[in-house]
């Protein structure tokens, strides 16, 4: 099965890894922190902003991969403080459309860069 490694400027890698890998059934993107594309720097103004972002660099990624938000089938949100979840989960709704993609959220005791929030995403090719 090939894999096809799909980047984009417009979101920031913080390592050795591809943005996201198309299967050719799915396409599978790499955990995404809230950073500026354009600074490489964190966004500021809390987990509202900081899931916005996150959400802006991984659609900016599917839309290099011919996708669009309605394409996710699985979401992992990894937080730093649980206490961020009920307005974590407040932004997060207002990016996808019902049916809502699988969602796991995990508690973490650090993100790279000192980010409050990463997230990931699995897509289906159609």
Do not use: W
Request: hydrophobic content about 45%.
């Amino acid at each position: 099965m090939p894999r096809v490694a799909v980047d984009t400027p417009e979101a920031t890698a913080v390592g050795p890894y591809s943005q996201a890998i198309d299967t050719g059934d799915l396409v599978l993107l790499s955990g995404q922190t809230p950073l500026d594309p354009d600074t490489g720097a964190l966004v500021e103004g809390g987990i509202e902003a900081q899931t916005r972002q996150c959400l802006a660099n991984l659609f900016a990624v599917l839309a290099a991969a011919g996708l669009s938000p309605a394409a996710v089938v699985k979401c992992t949100v990894y937080l730093t403080d649980m206490a961020d979840f009920a307005a974590m989960n407040a932004e997060y709704a207002r990016h996808f459309d019902q049916p809502y993609p699988a969602r796991t959220t995990i508690g973490v005791a650090a993100l790279p860069l000192g980010a409050a929030i990463e997230i990931e995403v699995i897509a289906e090719n159609s």
